[in-house]
């Protein structure tokens, strides 16, 4: 019983799903959300339990690559049984949903469409060569989306949401480049696996390339101040580096993305709180 309680806790991946929350709150208060707790709790509160659903769905479809991939997750190695997998996974989206539906119609909207997505991503878009990494783009980039519709000023965001979502398809990439050999045992034509490690990079490089000349916009357009600039310069900078680093060493680059990914989130706090200061 123990190793399973710990298993189940695993099968979340609760340090993803508490930044998500983290992300979704971000959204927020970059959007504006000095007044408006509520809204921004329950945004971030639906998001950890969808993420969590969301990672419990993959660890289920997932299992037999994983036995190759991760070995140690909790459904290969025994500590939890599919079904009670699945059984989980459905009770944490029906939290969300209930959650979620006490919030805005643009958020409501936003949350459906990211559910269904979670839903789908592993049975039918994870082996598709690049859909399935720029749905995982759009279901991060959506998190800002999401707490900025949670009180009501989803455009505030988008700036921001591009930026992660673009870096998210980039690491995304780089993770597929680690998982080629799994994936090709299990039959999955990912975009490595399709048109080649080298060329699947260089695909993951030009997206970063893309975010990382969108990123300084908030501060051009005299959104954001100087304090954003330099934080996000280095953001810029990390993954910039990361993406270099994944033609070498795919598993050290796409943890180095999380960072990257965090220092442009702080970027955005730094900037909005230099603004309402």
Do not use: H
Request: hydrophobic letters at 55%.
């Amino acid at each position: 019983m123990r190793d399973t309680l710990r298993g189940l806790v695993q099968l979340a991946r609760l340090g993803n799903c508490v930044a998500a929350g983290v992300l979704t709150a971000t959204g927020a208060f970059v959007a504006g959300a000095s007044g408006a707790a509520v809204p921004t709790a329950l945004a971030a509160a639906t998001t950890v339990f969808a993420v969590a659903a969301g990672n419990a769905i993959n660890d289920y479809f997932d299992r037999e690559i994983d036995a190759v991939n991760r070995p140690d997750r909790p459904i290969p190695r025994g500590a939890v049984p599919p079904r009670l997998a699945l059984a989980t996974a459905a009770t944490w989206f029906a939290v969300a949903v209930a959650v979620a539906v006490a919030l805005p119609p643009a958020a409501i909207a936003i949350a459906a469409v990211n559910l269904v997505a979670l839903l789908t991503y592993t049975s039918l878009f994870k082996g598709t060569p690049g859909l399935g990494n720029a749905l995982v783009a759009y279901l991060v980039g959506s998190t800002f989306l999401f707490g900025g519709a949670a009180v009501g000023n989803p455009r505030a965001v988008l700036v921001l949401a591009a930026l992660a979502g673009l870096s998210t398809f980039t690491r995304e990439v780089i993770k597929d480049v680690e998982d080629v050999a799994g994936d090709r045992e299990e039959g999955l034509a990912t975009l490595p696996i399709a048109v080649g490690e080298r060329t699947a990079l260089w695909i993951g490089a030009a997206a970063l390339v893309v975010a990382v000349a969108v990123s300084p916009l908030p501060y051009l357009s005299g959104t954001l101040g100087a304090a954003y600039l330099a934080v996000v310069a280095v953001a810029d900078a990390v993954m910039l580096y990361a993406t270099y680093e994944g033609f070498d060493d795919p598993a050290a680059a796409q943890r180095r993305f999380k960072y990257g990914t965090f220092l442009a989130a702080a970027a955005f706090v730094v900037g909005r709180a230099a603004v309402v200061a």
